[in-house]
């Protein structure tokens, strides 16, 4: 074929990938989906219209993969997550197809703006923070790396709340994302599972005289299946994420069942129906919540049951189930699996419990998230009684094994016996779900070293001690194709001109190839014009939104994720009102125009977290408009901090903060994407920080505060933050400028909470890390007046991040912990 007849055939082509193919697609996307011409189009039918030209050729690829998979039985992993907070997708497909430019052309000739386009996607929130961004970025990592996967999850109708400021307080509105349609999605509406609640377990004899159980649930629901295609970069692999919405089952359908009871009908539909209606806003799992609990057992099942499908439709037995499946359980959010599995091959498939448990046992792979105590989730074994009668004996026949392994394993010590019981016998009993989870699992991880020695050494020590060889570290990391390529395109395209190709996008550790260039001037400069556009770019966005557009050339300072008292915002806020008082003394303070920004939202039933962010914007006020000041401080909150919004920011941060206490923060992620796009970081020896200290360089990381273990020593000999208060004259003045009412227009009661409990418990020790933090707070400043030594430091940080690619990641589960294989997919036109 001639290369003319070659692109008439690909503009034939339904799902061709030229410019004009694309063009052809979108229009009759735009007329034949939404009856609408380009003259009365609204920027949602662009979208719209830009989305399903974009799916139809995901779905090619998709089907192709799962054929592929299905041929070569390859090893699925199974991402079990209660969470996966996407981001937008469109920009995202795009790049991973590799036709952002075909597209971006096809645009221009309809004289289409392509970034109102991009811009009009609502991002599906369907997480609360970093846990649920991880979730997400393994789903691209899978898929990039060609491992075959199913991520599995629940499709909440109303996902993470969105946050508006109002009068400085965080106020939360629902999220609506669904209203517009979901174009990325394919209901399945004949896939589907009943799931069960309540009622009672029963013995029965089978024909053979074996003894069997069932469970009789009260009540039962219906899971639906709606999938979500998910592209790898640069391959042809196309993996799936499945998330279950709950729906009244056929028999509450009005026709047939309950004639005479219309609105008890309706009634127990709307029920069925409440279980995917919402996320949890809250960050760290809460006990008591009935709703939840359901969510959990609700999601889990029918993932479950979805495995076993397949599996019985490829070989029509489960025998060798555990070869074939490798869950991973995202925390203990999806714990319930292990008692759920157990049930569904005993009493559904009738295996025998040796078998069942070795094969739960090999499947099962367990992520723990947290050390924080309050935030290791339990549930009332009254609860269970009440809504998984089953699932609760086979916990206690599973801890009843479990502890007689443990009293063989360590003679005479009933008191580990009690520590690490499935059940928490002390006040009010309690099924703790990380024990369940561990005992359920082959392996379990941490997600940063620090994190993963302190599991080790802490909550699951006892874990340790008997099965040592189960444990492990996986740190985590982000995907750099929608953390580098699509928010921060001007400096992907500066990188892949300075290497001479774009191989980095998915072999992000071959950036070291360019750190000969970070002493080069003429790239120090133009990386600075990328930085300085970022920032400009950010400078207009905030100032259409918060009335204040901060000088991009000025330093900015950003601290964006979830409010928590670990993370220490108040921690910045202090020194940021140390510095005001510098300059109310002396107008002639010698002080580098910084510009602060916040972001991030707080719990709706966490007070002290949404205090912080009044204060926060209760400064700004001040601040910004002191004439004093005189622009060389500002102080702004960016409100809404979701996925969309923080690919505004990453590229436009100089410095990024990452203060949390050491210990407190498992790994973070947050940290990551600043330094891929070449943020400084000021941080404590904490989760992943170390990590990336060590791999930048320790004089590229400006690093303060106690260890960890230095934390622990102090906790244990007795910390008095009172004394810090007294003794440190800078720290006492500005708790005392916050105390004194010139924030809160001379009301001494509003912040007084913070302040009191800052100076008399200050759990967090905000007040012992101060001083360190404001020394190499004054260390950035001296540095950030030296370009180009600056510039070195931010190449470097790029340069040295291949580590942190959730690629890596995922090839370290694959190799260590799931043993799977890559399945590469090939596309035959
Ligand atoms: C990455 C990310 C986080 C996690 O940030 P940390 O600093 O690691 O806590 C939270 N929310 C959003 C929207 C993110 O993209």
């Known amino acids: 074929m001639n290369q003319l007849s070659a692109a008439a055939a690909d503009e034939r082509t339904r799902t061709g990938l030229s410019k004009e193919a694309l063009s052809r697609a979108f229009l009759d996307n735009l007329f034949y989906l939404q009856g609408r011409s380009l003259d009365v189009a609204t920027d949602n039918n662009l979208y719209q219209a830009a989305a399903f030209t974009v799916r139809d050729r995901l779905l090619e690829r998709w089907i192709r993969s799962a054929h592929v998979y299905k041929e070569q039985n390859a090893r699925t992993v199974c991402y079990l997550s209660a969470e996966f907070l996407l981001g937008p997708h469109l920009a995202n497909n795009l790049i991973n197809l590799g036709i952002i430019e075909a597209a971006r052309a096809a645009g221009d000739e309809l004289d289409l703006d392509f970034e109102q386009i991009l811009e009009s996607e609502e991002e599906p929130g369907l997480g609360n923070g970093g846990l649920g961004r991880l979730a997400a970025c393994y789903m691209d990592s899978l898929a990039t790396t060609q491992i075959p996967a199913i991520g599995y999850g629940i499709r909440y109708e109303f996902g993470i709340f969105d946050q508006v400021i109002v009068d400085g307080w965080q106020v939360e509105k629902g999220d609506t994302w669904l209203r517009n349609g979901n174009p990325w999605e394919i209901p399945r509406p004949k896939l589907a599972f009943p799931v069960g609640f309540g009622g009672y377990s029963e013995e029965y004899a089978d024909e053979y005289g074996v003894v069997r159980h069932r469970w009789r649930p009260e009540l039962q629901i219906n899971g639906v299946a709606y999938d979500t295609p998910i592209m790898g970069y640069g391959v042809n692999n196309v993996n799936l994420l499945r998330l279950w919405r709950s729906e009244a089952p ?91 599995l157990m049930r569904l091959l005993m009493d559904e498939h009738l295996m025998g419990w040796e078998q069942a448990w070795t094969i739960t046992r090999n499947t099962c792979h367990f992520t723990n998230h947290t050390l924080l105590p309050e935030a290791l989730e339990t549930w009332p074994v009254e609860l269970f009684e009440r809504l998984l009668p089953r699932h609760l004996e086979i916990i206690y026949a599973i801890n009843q094994r479990f502890l007689d392994e443990v009293r063989v394993r360590f003679l005479n010590d009933e008191a580990r016996v009690a520590r690490m019981s499935l059940i928490d016998e002390g006040g009010g009993r309690k099924v703790r779900m990380a024990h369940l989870a561990a005992v359920g699992s082959r392996a379990i991880n941490g997600v940063a070293e620090l994190h993963s020695e302190l599991l080790k050494s802490t909550v699951m020590k006892d874990f340790n001690d008997l099965w040592p060889e189960r444990f492990h570290n996986v740190t985590n990391g982000v995907t750099p194709r929608r953390f580098m390529v699509v928010s921060n395109p001007e400096l992907a395209a500066l990188i892949t001109e300075t290497c001479g190709n774009d191989r980095w996008v998915s072999d992000l550790e071959s950036l070291r190839d360019l750190e000969p260039h970070a002493e080069d001037h003429a790239l120090q400069q133009r990386w600075r014009a990328v930085k300085t556009n970022a920032k400009r770019e950010l400078s207009d966005w905030l100032g259409a939104r918060t009335g204040y557009a901060p000088d991009p050339e000025s330093l900015f300072d950003v601290q964006a994720k979830r409010f928590h008292e670990y993370k220490r915002q108040h921690l910045n806020l202090l020194h940021i009102i140390w510095l005001y008082e510098q300059i109310k003394q002396n107008a002639n303070t010698d002080l580098t125009p910084r510009t602060f920004i916040f972001g991030g939202k707080a719990a709706p039933g966490y007070f002290m977290a949404k205090l912080m962010i009044k204060l926060i914007n209760a400064v700004g006020e001040v601040i910004n408009k002191d004439p004093q000041v005189n622009g060389t401080l500002r102080v702004l909150f960016m409100p809404d901090f979701n996925v969309k919004n923080g690919q505004r920011l990453y590229p436009a941060a100089d410095l990024s903060e990452q203060i949390s206490l050491a210990g407190k923060e498992a790994s973070g992620t947050g940290n990551m994407k600043f330094s891929m796009n070449g943020a400084l970081t000021i941080g404590t020896l904490d989760g992943a920080n170390i990590e990336i200290r060590d791999e930048v360089g320790h004089e590229n990381f400006f690093l303060f505060g106690m260890t960890a273990t230095e934390v622990q020593q102090r906790q244990e000999a007795g910390y008095q933050p009172w004394e810090y208060y007294q003794r440190n004259e800078q720290l006492r003045s500005a708790i005392d400028l916050i105390a004194s009412g010139l924030f809160s227009h001379g009301d001494a009661e509003l912040f007084r909470p913070l302040t009191e409990n800052l100076i008399h418990h200050d759990p967090f020790m905000v007040l012992a890390d101060f001083e360190d933090y404001r020394e190499r707070q004054q260390e950035v400043d001296r540095a950030y007046r030296d370009a180009h030594h600056w510039d070195r430091m931010s190449i470097l940080n790029t340069t040295r991040m291949g580590k942190f690619s959730s690629d890596r990641s995922i090839r370290d589960y694959a190799q260590r912990i799931w043993q799977v294989e890559p399945t590469p997919v090939e596309v035959h036109d």
């Open 250 to 340: 056929e028999s509450f359908n009005f026709g047939a069942f309950n004639v005479g009871d219309y609105y008890g009908a309706v009634h127990a539909k709307i029920g069925a129906e409440t279980i995917s209606k919402v996320l949890y806003p809250n960050d760290e799992p809460e006990a008591g919540k009935e709703l939840r609990l359901k969510q959990q057992f609700f999601f889990v099942s029918c993932s479950l049951q979805d495995m076993i499908r397949l599996q019985l439709r490829n070989t029509g037995t489960l025998e060798h189930f555990s070869e074939k499946f490798a869950v991973q359980l995202n925390d203990t959010h999806p714990a319930l699996a292990v008692a759920e």
